[in-house]
Protein backbone atom coordinates (compact mmCIF):
# COMPACT_ATOMS: atom_id res chain seq x y z
CA UNK A 1 0.00 0.00 0.00
CA UNK A 2 1.09 3.35 -1.10
CA UNK A 3 1.97 6.37 1.83
CA UNK A 4 -0.45 8.91 1.82
CA UNK A 5 0.39 12.33 0.77
CA UNK A 6 0.40 13.93 4.31
CA UNK A 7 3.08 11.30 5.44
CA UNK A 8 6.42 12.66 4.92
CA UNK A 9 8.03 9.87 6.53
CA UNK A 10 8.15 7.55 4.04
CA UNK A 11 8.85 7.72 0.01
CA UNK A 12 5.50 6.97 -2.58
CA UNK A 13 7.14 4.78 -4.58
CA UNK A 14 7.87 1.22 -2.62
CA UNK A 15 11.39 -0.30 -4.04
CA UNK A 16 10.60 -3.84 -3.61
CA UNK A 17 6.97 -3.93 -4.80
CA UNK A 18 8.17 -1.41 -7.56
CA UNK A 19 11.08 -3.64 -9.01
CA UNK A 20 8.91 -7.07 -8.30
CA UNK A 21 6.39 -5.47 -10.88
CA UNK A 22 9.43 -4.96 -13.13
CA UNK A 23 10.50 -8.21 -13.19
CA UNK A 24 7.57 -9.93 -14.22
CA UNK A 25 6.87 -7.15 -16.79
CA UNK A 26 10.18 -8.30 -17.70
CA UNK A 27 9.28 -11.45 -18.71
CA UNK A 28 6.06 -10.68 -20.61
CA UNK A 29 8.54 -8.84 -22.57
CA UNK A 30 10.84 -11.54 -23.53
CA UNK A 31 8.14 -13.78 -23.47
CA UNK A 32 5.86 -11.76 -25.75
CA UNK A 33 8.27 -9.21 -28.21
CA UNK A 34 11.40 -11.30 -28.04
CA UNK A 35 10.19 -15.04 -28.10
CA UNK A 36 6.92 -15.05 -29.95
CA UNK A 37 7.62 -11.89 -31.53
CA UNK A 38 10.51 -13.64 -33.39
CA UNK A 39 8.91 -16.62 -34.47
CA UNK A 40 8.12 -17.46 -37.68
CA UNK A 41 4.96 -19.66 -36.43
CA UNK A 42 3.40 -16.78 -34.82
CA UNK A 43 1.27 -14.41 -36.43
CA UNK A 44 3.11 -10.74 -37.39
CA UNK A 45 -0.24 -8.88 -36.14
CA UNK A 46 -3.32 -9.91 -34.03
CA UNK A 47 -5.36 -7.35 -36.16
CA UNK A 48 -8.25 -5.92 -34.67
CA UNK A 49 -10.85 -3.30 -35.47
CA UNK A 50 -10.38 0.16 -33.23
CA UNK A 51 -13.29 0.02 -31.65
CA UNK A 52 -12.54 -3.79 -30.35
CA UNK A 53 -9.31 -3.20 -29.50
CA UNK A 54 -10.17 0.13 -27.20
CA UNK A 55 -12.57 -2.61 -25.45
CA UNK A 56 -9.83 -5.04 -25.05
CA UNK A 57 -7.17 -3.01 -23.76
CA UNK A 58 -9.54 -0.67 -21.34
CA UNK A 59 -8.25 2.70 -22.04
CA UNK A 60 -9.88 4.73 -19.90
CA UNK A 61 -8.05 6.25 -16.79
CA UNK A 62 -10.03 6.55 -13.80
CA UNK A 63 -8.97 7.83 -10.14
CA UNK A 64 -7.89 4.99 -8.68
CA UNK A 65 -4.72 3.06 -9.94
CA UNK A 66 -5.27 -0.94 -10.24
CA UNK A 67 -3.57 -3.74 -9.05
CA UNK A 68 -0.09 -5.20 -10.03
CA UNK A 69 -1.96 -8.35 -11.49
CA UNK A 70 -4.12 -6.11 -13.58
CA UNK A 71 -0.80 -4.16 -14.33
CA UNK A 72 0.91 -7.23 -15.76
CA UNK A 73 -2.65 -7.83 -18.35
CA UNK A 74 -2.17 -5.14 -19.32
CA UNK A 75 1.20 -5.30 -20.35
CA UNK A 76 0.74 -8.46 -21.81
CA UNK A 77 -2.17 -6.81 -23.83
CA UNK A 78 -0.55 -4.12 -24.90
CA UNK A 79 2.53 -6.56 -26.65
CA UNK A 80 -0.18 -8.93 -27.94
CA UNK A 81 -2.12 -7.04 -29.95
CA UNK A 82 1.32 -4.52 -31.02
CA UNK A 83 2.60 -5.44 -34.27
CA UNK A 84 5.68 -7.07 -34.32
CA UNK A 85 8.39 -4.87 -35.75
CA UNK A 86 10.97 -7.66 -34.89
CA UNK A 87 9.23 -10.31 -36.85
CA UNK A 88 11.17 -11.90 -39.59
CA UNK A 89 8.10 -10.80 -42.09
CA UNK A 90 7.63 -7.21 -41.12
CA UNK A 91 8.66 -5.75 -44.16
CA UNK A 92 6.35 -2.86 -44.10
CA UNK A 93 8.76 0.14 -43.25
CA UNK A 94 12.50 0.69 -42.38
CA UNK A 95 12.92 -0.30 -39.42
CA UNK A 96 12.47 -3.72 -38.29
CA UNK A 97 14.20 -7.15 -36.33
CA UNK A 98 15.91 -6.29 -33.21
CA UNK A 99 19.70 -6.55 -31.71
CA UNK A 100 20.22 -7.51 -28.41
CA UNK A 101 22.78 -5.58 -27.75
CA UNK A 102 21.15 -2.17 -29.10
CA UNK A 103 18.20 -3.02 -27.33
CA UNK A 104 20.49 -3.60 -23.90
CA UNK A 105 21.54 0.10 -24.09
CA UNK A 106 17.68 1.06 -24.97
CA UNK A 107 16.88 -0.55 -21.73
CA UNK A 108 20.22 0.80 -19.96
CA UNK A 109 19.54 4.43 -21.39
CA UNK A 110 15.98 4.89 -20.13
CA UNK A 111 16.77 3.06 -16.85
CA UNK A 112 19.76 5.84 -15.81
CA UNK A 113 16.86 8.44 -17.22
CA UNK A 114 19.40 10.97 -17.82
CA UNK A 115 19.53 14.20 -20.09
CA UNK A 116 22.30 15.08 -22.84
CA UNK A 117 22.79 18.49 -22.17
CA UNK A 118 25.97 18.99 -19.72
CA UNK A 119 28.78 16.99 -18.59
CA UNK A 120 27.37 16.98 -15.25
CA UNK A 121 24.23 15.28 -15.28
CA UNK A 122 25.84 13.17 -18.46
CA UNK A 123 29.25 12.07 -18.02
CA UNK A 124 29.40 8.76 -19.69
CA UNK A 125 27.27 9.71 -22.63
CA UNK A 126 28.50 13.48 -23.55
CA UNK A 127 32.07 11.66 -24.03
CA UNK A 128 30.08 8.68 -25.70
CA UNK A 129 28.44 10.61 -27.94
CA UNK A 130 30.87 12.72 -29.48
CA UNK A 131 33.13 8.95 -29.86
CA UNK A 132 30.13 7.45 -31.66
CA UNK A 133 29.51 10.51 -33.94
CA UNK A 134 33.84 10.91 -34.68
CA UNK A 135 33.20 7.18 -35.78
CA UNK A 136 30.25 8.27 -38.63
CA UNK A 137 32.49 11.25 -39.42
CA UNK A 138 35.46 9.00 -40.23
CA UNK A 139 33.61 6.91 -42.29
CA UNK A 140 31.93 10.11 -44.56
CA UNK A 141 35.62 10.73 -44.82
CA UNK A 142 35.94 13.91 -42.41
CA UNK A 143 38.98 14.04 -39.72
CA UNK A 144 36.93 16.65 -37.74
CA UNK A 145 33.77 18.39 -37.76
CA UNK A 146 30.74 18.69 -35.35
CA UNK A 147 27.22 16.84 -34.92
CA UNK A 148 24.80 15.65 -32.68
CA UNK A 149 21.98 12.86 -31.95
CA UNK A 150 18.40 13.95 -33.63
CA UNK A 151 15.04 12.90 -33.05
CA UNK A 152 14.33 11.44 -35.99
CA UNK A 153 16.01 12.07 -39.82
CA UNK A 154 13.27 15.21 -40.67
CA UNK A 155 14.72 16.78 -37.48
CA UNK A 156 18.19 16.23 -39.14
CA UNK A 157 17.20 17.96 -42.26
CA UNK A 158 16.08 20.79 -40.82
CA UNK A 159 18.91 21.08 -38.80
CA UNK A 160 21.02 21.39 -41.80
CA UNK A 161 18.60 24.09 -43.38
CA UNK A 162 18.72 26.00 -40.51
CA UNK A 163 22.86 25.87 -40.52
CA UNK A 164 22.40 26.61 -43.97
CA UNK A 165 20.44 29.73 -43.80
CA UNK A 166 22.31 31.07 -40.75
CA UNK A 167 25.70 30.83 -42.58
CA UNK A 168 24.44 32.96 -44.56
CA UNK A 169 22.46 35.06 -43.15
CA UNK A 170 23.56 35.41 -39.43
CA UNK A 171 20.80 38.19 -38.23
CA UNK A 172 17.91 35.68 -39.29
CA UNK A 173 18.92 34.13 -35.47
CA UNK A 174 18.03 37.47 -33.85
CA UNK A 175 15.80 39.82 -36.34
CA UNK A 176 13.57 36.91 -37.83
CA UNK A 177 12.46 35.94 -41.13
CA UNK A 178 11.73 39.85 -42.32
CA UNK A 179 15.76 40.48 -42.56
CA UNK A 180 16.08 37.99 -45.39
CA UNK A 181 15.17 38.08 -49.23
CA UNK A 182 13.43 35.26 -50.91
CA UNK A 183 14.82 31.72 -50.28
CA UNK A 184 14.88 28.65 -52.20
CA UNK A 185 15.83 25.30 -51.74
CA UNK A 186 16.81 22.66 -54.52
CA UNK A 187 16.47 19.11 -54.41
CA UNK A 188 14.84 16.00 -56.46
CA UNK A 189 11.23 14.98 -56.98
CA UNK A 190 12.48 11.89 -54.92
CA UNK A 191 13.54 13.74 -52.08
CA UNK A 192 11.79 12.86 -48.35
CA UNK A 193 8.59 15.21 -47.99
CA UNK A 194 10.61 16.69 -44.56
CA UNK A 195 12.30 18.77 -46.99
CA UNK A 196 8.86 20.53 -47.62
CA UNK A 197 8.02 20.30 -44.02
CA UNK A 198 11.29 22.00 -42.89
CA UNK A 199 10.57 24.58 -45.29
CA UNK A 200 7.20 25.45 -43.82
CA UNK A 201 7.89 25.14 -40.45
CA UNK A 202 11.28 27.18 -40.93
CA UNK A 203 9.34 30.05 -42.88
CA UNK A 204 10.51 29.40 -46.32
CA UNK A 205 7.53 28.03 -47.84
CA UNK A 206 6.47 24.90 -49.48
CA UNK A 207 6.45 26.91 -52.76
CA UNK A 208 10.22 27.75 -52.27
CA UNK A 209 11.19 24.31 -52.24
CA UNK A 210 12.62 23.82 -56.28
CA UNK A 211 12.67 20.71 -57.60
CA UNK A 212 15.66 21.22 -59.60
CA UNK A 213 15.01 23.84 -61.65
CA UNK A 214 14.13 27.36 -60.59
CA UNK A 215 16.01 30.12 -58.84
CA UNK A 216 19.46 29.86 -57.38
CA UNK A 217 19.31 28.48 -54.21
CA UNK A 218 21.15 28.56 -50.90
CA UNK A 219 21.10 25.31 -49.84
CA UNK A 220 21.11 22.00 -52.05
CA UNK A 221 19.50 18.96 -50.13
CA UNK A 222 20.74 15.26 -52.00
CA UNK A 223 19.54 11.75 -51.36
CA UNK A 224 21.25 8.60 -50.57
CA UNK A 225 18.67 5.62 -50.40
CA UNK A 226 15.61 7.68 -50.90
CA UNK A 227 12.55 6.52 -48.93
CA UNK A 228 10.98 4.89 -51.91
CA UNK A 229 13.01 3.40 -54.80
CA UNK A 230 16.25 3.79 -52.78
CA UNK A 231 18.05 5.92 -54.93
CA UNK A 232 21.38 7.68 -54.88
CA UNK A 233 22.08 11.05 -56.07
CA UNK A 234 24.96 11.17 -57.91
CA UNK A 235 26.78 13.54 -54.84
CA UNK A 236 30.19 14.25 -56.95
CA UNK A 237 28.39 15.86 -59.55
CA UNK A 238 26.46 18.01 -57.21
CA UNK A 239 29.21 18.84 -55.06
CA UNK A 240 30.97 20.55 -58.24
CA UNK A 241 27.60 22.52 -58.83
CA UNK A 242 27.82 23.26 -55.22
CA UNK A 243 31.37 23.97 -54.99
CA UNK A 244 31.22 26.47 -57.67
CA UNK A 245 28.51 28.52 -56.38
CA UNK A 246 29.15 28.41 -52.77
CA UNK A 247 26.28 26.58 -51.58
CA UNK A 248 25.72 24.47 -48.91
CA UNK A 249 25.60 20.91 -49.87
CA UNK A 250 23.40 18.69 -47.51
CA UNK A 251 23.22 14.43 -48.09
CA UNK A 252 19.69 12.94 -46.45
CA UNK A 253 21.46 9.31 -45.80
CA UNK A 254 18.59 8.82 -43.26
CA UNK A 255 18.55 5.01 -45.20
CA UNK A 256 21.18 4.54 -47.11
CA UNK A 257 23.91 6.50 -45.20
CA UNK A 258 24.89 2.88 -43.65
CA UNK A 259 26.24 1.60 -46.84
CA UNK A 260 29.57 3.62 -45.72
CA UNK A 261 30.13 0.36 -43.66
CA UNK A 262 30.31 -1.85 -46.72
CA UNK A 263 33.24 -2.16 -49.08
CA UNK A 264 31.03 -3.24 -51.79
CA UNK A 265 28.44 -0.58 -51.39
CA UNK A 266 29.94 2.70 -50.13
CA UNK A 267 30.93 3.75 -53.99
CA UNK A 268 27.26 4.79 -53.98
CA UNK A 269 27.93 7.44 -52.02
CA UNK A 270 31.32 8.43 -53.57
CA UNK A 271 31.55 12.48 -52.60
CA UNK A 272 30.07 12.37 -49.69
CA UNK A 273 33.26 14.04 -48.27
CA UNK A 274 32.13 16.86 -50.18
CA UNK A 275 28.90 17.67 -48.24
CA UNK A 276 28.66 20.66 -45.43
CA UNK A 277 26.02 18.18 -43.55
CA UNK A 278 24.70 14.42 -43.46
CA UNK A 279 21.69 13.15 -42.23
CA UNK A 280 22.03 9.62 -41.48
CA UNK A 281 19.75 7.16 -39.42
CA UNK A 282 20.96 3.81 -37.91
CA UNK A 283 17.93 2.47 -36.53
CA UNK A 284 17.30 1.76 -40.30
CA UNK A 285 19.53 -0.41 -42.08
CA UNK A 286 21.79 -1.37 -38.87
CA UNK A 287 18.99 -1.84 -36.69
CA UNK A 288 19.66 -0.27 -33.76
CA UNK A 289 15.93 0.82 -32.64
CA UNK A 290 14.03 3.74 -32.92
CA UNK A 291 15.36 6.05 -32.40
CA UNK A 292 19.05 6.54 -33.83
CA UNK A 293 20.05 9.55 -35.91
CA UNK A 294 22.65 11.67 -36.70
CA UNK A 295 23.58 14.81 -38.14
CA UNK A 296 27.02 15.31 -39.19
CA UNK A 297 28.70 18.42 -40.10
CA UNK A 298 31.97 19.14 -41.44
CA UNK A 299 32.07 22.79 -40.05
CA UNK A 300 34.44 23.13 -37.56
CA UNK A 301 33.63 26.85 -36.60
CA UNK A 302 30.98 26.01 -33.73
CA UNK A 303 28.72 26.99 -36.18
CA UNK A 304 25.95 24.69 -34.51
CA UNK A 305 26.11 26.03 -31.29
CA UNK A 306 26.44 29.56 -32.38
CA UNK A 307 23.23 29.22 -34.60
CA UNK A 308 21.26 27.44 -31.47
CA UNK A 309 22.76 28.43 -28.26
CA UNK A 310 20.44 31.00 -26.05
CA UNK A 311 22.99 30.43 -23.25
CA UNK A 312 20.75 29.71 -20.28
CA UNK A 313 22.90 30.73 -17.15
CA UNK A 314 20.99 27.64 -14.41
CA UNK A 315 22.39 25.20 -17.29
CA UNK A 316 25.75 26.23 -18.69
CA UNK A 317 27.46 28.43 -16.29
CA UNK A 318 30.83 29.59 -17.66
CA UNK A 319 32.74 29.55 -14.37
CA UNK A 320 32.10 25.52 -14.02
CA UNK A 321 34.84 23.80 -12.72
CA UNK A 322 35.48 21.34 -15.63
CA UNK A 323 35.90 22.24 -19.50
CA UNK A 324 32.60 23.61 -20.28
CA UNK A 325 33.01 23.31 -23.69
CA UNK A 326 31.67 19.30 -22.89
CA UNK A 327 28.48 21.12 -22.04
CA UNK A 328 26.93 20.27 -25.25
CA UNK A 329 23.15 21.12 -24.63
CA UNK A 330 23.22 24.82 -26.57
CA UNK A 331 23.91 23.18 -29.90
CA UNK A 332 20.54 21.88 -29.99
CA UNK A 333 16.88 23.40 -30.01
CA UNK A 334 16.22 21.04 -27.49
CA UNK A 335 16.55 21.33 -24.06
CA UNK A 336 15.83 18.10 -22.97
CA UNK A 337 17.46 15.61 -24.92
CA UNK A 338 17.69 11.51 -24.81
CA UNK A 339 20.36 9.31 -24.60
CA UNK A 340 20.38 7.82 -28.37
CA UNK A 341 23.87 7.06 -28.63
CA UNK A 342 24.12 4.20 -26.11
CA UNK A 343 22.35 1.60 -28.31
CA UNK A 344 24.19 2.36 -31.07
CA UNK A 345 27.82 2.30 -29.02
CA UNK A 346 27.35 -1.27 -27.64
CA UNK A 347 25.80 -2.63 -30.79
CA UNK A 348 29.09 -1.79 -32.35
CA UNK A 349 30.93 -2.66 -29.79
CA UNK A 350 29.70 -6.00 -29.58
CA UNK A 351 29.71 -7.01 -33.78
CA UNK A 352 32.84 -4.22 -34.83
CA UNK A 353 32.63 -2.10 -38.14
CA UNK A 354 32.79 -5.85 -39.87
CA UNK A 355 29.82 -7.17 -38.09
CA UNK A 356 27.85 -3.65 -39.28
CA UNK A 357 29.23 -4.79 -42.81
CA UNK A 358 27.78 -8.11 -43.04
CA UNK A 359 24.24 -6.60 -42.27
CA UNK A 360 24.63 -4.08 -45.00
CA UNK A 361 25.63 -6.60 -47.30
CA UNK A 362 23.12 -9.13 -46.78
CA UNK A 363 20.22 -6.43 -47.07
CA UNK A 364 21.56 -5.77 -50.62
CA UNK A 365 21.66 -9.41 -51.49
CA UNK A 366 18.23 -10.06 -50.07
CA UNK A 367 16.68 -7.29 -51.98
CA UNK A 368 18.43 -8.96 -55.10
CA UNK A 369 17.35 -12.16 -54.54
CA UNK A 370 13.49 -11.05 -54.12
CA UNK A 371 14.04 -9.00 -57.48
CA UNK A 372 15.50 -12.25 -59.33
CA UNK A 373 12.57 -14.28 -58.36
CA UNK A 374 9.89 -11.70 -59.38
CA UNK A 375 11.48 -12.11 -62.69
CA UNK A 376 11.22 -15.47 -63.17
CA UNK A 377 7.21 -15.47 -61.94
CA UNK A 378 5.13 -15.14 -65.08
CA UNK A 379 2.61 -12.26 -64.44
CA UNK A 380 3.78 -10.97 -60.79
CA UNK A 381 2.25 -7.52 -60.98
CA UNK A 382 -0.09 -6.16 -59.26
CA UNK A 383 -2.39 -3.88 -60.91
CA UNK A 384 -5.61 -1.03 -59.71
CA UNK A 385 -6.95 -1.71 -56.68
CA UNK A 386 -5.44 -5.30 -56.19
CA UNK A 387 -3.14 -4.18 -53.14
CA UNK A 388 -5.26 -2.28 -50.72
CA UNK A 389 -7.35 -6.03 -51.10
CA UNK A 390 -4.20 -7.86 -50.79
CA UNK A 391 -3.00 -5.70 -47.71
CA UNK A 392 -6.26 -6.10 -45.77
CA UNK A 393 -6.00 -10.31 -46.19
CA UNK A 394 -2.33 -9.93 -44.79
CA UNK A 395 -2.66 -8.07 -42.04
CA UNK A 396 -6.32 -9.50 -40.87
CA UNK A 397 -5.04 -12.76 -41.19
CA UNK A 398 -1.20 -11.82 -39.64
CA UNK A 399 1.24 -13.43 -42.13
CA UNK A 400 3.08 -10.58 -42.74
CA UNK A 401 3.36 -6.92 -43.16
CA UNK A 402 4.46 -5.22 -46.58
CA UNK A 403 3.37 -1.57 -47.44
CA UNK A 404 2.22 -0.90 -50.71
CA UNK A 405 1.92 2.57 -52.75
CA UNK A 406 1.51 4.05 -56.38
CA UNK A 407 4.65 6.24 -57.96
CA UNK A 408 3.91 8.77 -60.44
CA UNK A 409 1.53 7.75 -63.09
CA UNK A 410 1.96 3.91 -62.15
CA UNK A 411 -0.39 1.91 -60.40
CA UNK A 412 0.22 0.39 -57.11
CA UNK A 413 3.55 -1.62 -56.31
CA UNK A 414 4.38 -3.47 -53.03
CA UNK A 415 7.33 -1.72 -51.44
CA UNK A 416 8.98 -4.55 -49.62
CA UNK A 417 11.65 -3.45 -47.19
CA UNK A 418 14.81 -5.84 -46.59
CA UNK A 419 16.78 -5.52 -43.72
CA UNK A 420 16.62 -7.26 -40.45
CA UNK A 421 19.47 -9.49 -40.11
CA UNK A 422 16.57 -12.40 -38.97
CA UNK A 423 15.29 -12.46 -42.30
CA UNK A 424 16.54 -15.62 -44.22
CA UNK A 425 15.47 -16.72 -47.76
CA UNK A 426 12.86 -18.67 -46.79
CA UNK A 427 11.10 -15.56 -45.90
CA UNK A 428 12.17 -14.33 -49.06
CA UNK A 429 10.20 -17.12 -50.70
CA UNK A 430 7.48 -16.87 -48.08
CA UNK A 431 6.97 -13.26 -49.36
CA UNK A 432 6.49 -14.09 -53.22
CA UNK A 433 4.28 -16.74 -52.26
CA UNK A 434 2.07 -15.48 -49.76
CA UNK A 435 1.64 -12.30 -52.20
CA UNK A 436 0.15 -14.63 -54.69
CA UNK A 437 -1.83 -16.90 -52.20
CA UNK A 438 -3.53 -13.73 -51.01
CA UNK A 439 -4.15 -12.36 -54.05
CA UNK A 440 -4.87 -15.38 -56.70
CA UNK A 441 -8.61 -15.13 -57.05
CA UNK A 442 -8.77 -11.30 -57.68
Known amino acids: MEPTTGDLTDPLINHADGQLFLHEAFKIIVEEVLCKGTDVKEKVCEWREPEELARLLDLELREKGEP?????????????YSIKTSHPRFFNQQFAGVDYHSLAGRFLSEALNTNLFTYEVAPVFVLMEAEVLRGLRALVGWTEGDGLFCPGGSTSNMYAMNLARYRLYPEVKSQGLRSLPQLTVFTSPESHYSVKKGAAFMGFGMDNVILVKGAVPFLVSCTSGTTVQGAFDPLDLIADVCDKHKLWLHVDAAWGGSVLFSKKHSH?????????SVAWNPHKMLVAGLQCSVLLLKDTTDLLKKCHCANATYLFQQDKFYDVNLDIGDKSVQCSRKVDCLKLWL??????????EQRVDKAFLHARYVVDQMKKREGFQLLGDVAPVIKERMMKQGTMMVGYQPLGDRVNFFRITILSPLVSQKDMDFFLDEIERLGNDL
Not at 69 to 77: A, H, I, K, M, S
Not at 268 to 273: A, E, P, R, S, W
Not at 347 to 356: D, E, H, I, R
Open 268 to 276: LMKGVHRAN
Open 68 to 80: QENLLQRVRDVAK
Open 347 to 356: MWKAVGSAGL
